[in-house]
Structures are given as structure tokens and as C-alpha cells.
């Protein structure tokens, strides 16, 4: 079964720091872009990082230079440092899974694989 | 960056009827575009690829239709199941993705 557990959430202050964890199986981790989407309670999802199988990585402009994100192939496992944290940065996360890539032809960018998410909370 | 506008805010139909959804996009994204259907406590489920091609598992009841800036998902006859938060998604100023803000479709 095709799998994405998303675990790290939880309270931190404003400044602090958090690192999240998404663990995947059931399928072959190292030829997929994975992404980090994120949901504050009643609002809509939010795009906050993305890591190519090349290791390249993307980001919005509200996380940029706070977040990182990276993968660990080896462990099929993505992580998101996340530095700095403010209130705003208040929400579910969830990781996601992408585009697929294999002998230089990929498939399209939409997400086909969600995780349950894990909670960030930032307040003091 | 590409804002996506989704209409109505909220929808209400009867189950059995049919339901038609909004999304349009400030520029145009091709056929770049995805829907997602969210319940209560869960994680957003792909529905719809490409615009118009359903992902595995989904009915047939849902159909997508658009391309460049207009696009509709239609579901012909709701279920119970369906009533839940749609999104829309463009995938083709990547990586900078947008997501619509959301269609609560709503029980009659």
C-alpha cells in the first residue's frame, strides 16, 4: 500500500525552531518530487516547499529562507526544517507526492498521494 | 504568480442532482490543473488530472472539463460522500503551485 506518515508537529514558541518527518513506503521513494503543503484551521492549502529527485529544491516566498526542505532516499524519508517560526506558520502539514521521473521522461506535477498531516502550532 | 479563483464560495444541492464547480486562473495554466475533494479531518484526495482525467479509483460521476483559464468539475449525481471542500490546482508555473480557495459543496 502506497503510504505518506507525516510526524515532528507540535507546540513551539515564535523564533523556535521544528523539524518535520514524512515517512513513505509502497512505492519507489527516490524517483518522486515530493512537497510540503500546509492547511491553518477553516483556510484553504497553501504550497510550502517542494525537493525534485535531484535533490533541487523550490520555495514559496513566505517560507523562503526559514524553511528547507530535503530527502534521505535511503530511509524514504522527507524532512522540512523549519526555522524562525512565526503564528502564521500555524497549520496542518502535509506531505505530499508528485511528479514521477524515470530514464529522463516524467509524469505531470499534480500531488496523487496525500499523508494525514501533522500539527504545527506556534505560540507563546 | 497565478491566482486561482474558485466560484461559488458554497454550493447547496440535493443529493441526486448534479453539481457544477468553478475554477478560473488569472493567466492561463494549459491543461495544467488538478482537483482535490477534502472531508472534515482528512487530507486532500486527488480527483481529477490533466484537467479532465480521472485518478484511479474515482468515479465516473466526476468529470472535469477546461482548458487555459476556465474550468468545471462536475459531479452528475451527489452522493452522500461528496459533500466535502473541492479545490482546484495549477500545476503549470511550477514549482510555484496555487490552490483556489475552495468550494464547500453542501447538503439541501
Known amino acids: 500500500e502506497v503510504q505518506l506518515v507525516e510526524s515532528g508537529g507540535g507546540l513551539v514558541q515564535p523564533g523556535g525552531s521544528l523539524r518535520l518527518s514524512c515517512a513513505a513506503s509502497?512505492?519507489?521513494?527516490?524517483?518522486?518530487?515530493m512537497h510540503w503543503v500546509r492547511q491553518a484551521t477553516g483556510k484553504g492549502l497553501e504550497w510550502v516547499s517542494a525537493i525534485g529527485t535531484a535533490g533541487d529544491t523550490y520555495y514559496p516566498g513566505s517560507v523562503k529562507g526559514r524553511f528547507t526542505i530535503s530527502r534521505e532516499n535511503a530511509k524514504n524519508s522527507l524532512y522540512l526544517q523549519m526555522n524562525s517560526l512565526r503564528a502564521g506558520d500555524t497549520a496542518v502539514y502535509y506531505c505530499a507526492r508528485g511528479r514521477y521521473c524515470s530514464g529522463g521522461s516524467c509524469s505531470p506535477h499534480y500531488m496523487d498521494v496525500w499523508g494525514k498531516g501533522t500539527t504545527v502550532t506556534v505560540s507563546s | 504568480e497565478i491566482v486561482m479563483t474558485q466560484s461559488p464560495a458554497t454550493l447547496s444541492v440535493s443529493p441526486g442532482e448534479r453539481a457544477t464547480l468553478s475554477c478560473r486562473a488569472s493567466?492561463?495554466?494549459?491543461?495544467?490543473l488538478a482537483w482535490y475533494q477534502q472531508k472534515p479531518g482528512q487530507a486532500p484526495r486527488l480527483l481529477i488530472y490533466?484537467?479532465?482525467t480521472r485518478a484511479t479509483g474515482i468515479p465516473a460521476r466526476f468529470s472535469g472539463s477546461g482548458s487555459g483559464t476556465e474550468f468545471t468539475l462536475t459531479i452528475s449525481s451527489l452522493q452522500s460522500e461528496d459533500f466535502a471542500v473541492y479545490y482546484c490546482?495549477?500545476?503549470?508555473?511550477?514549482?510555484?503551485?496555487?490552490f483556489g480557495q475552495g468550494t464547500k459543496l453542501e447538503i439541501k
Open positions: 490533466g484537467a479532465s
Open positions: 509502497g512505492f519507489t521513494f527516490s524517483s518522486y518530487d
Open positions: 493567466q492561463s495554466v494549459s491543461s495544467n
Open positions: 490546482q495549477q500545476y503549470n508555473n511550477w514549482p510555484l503551485y496555487t
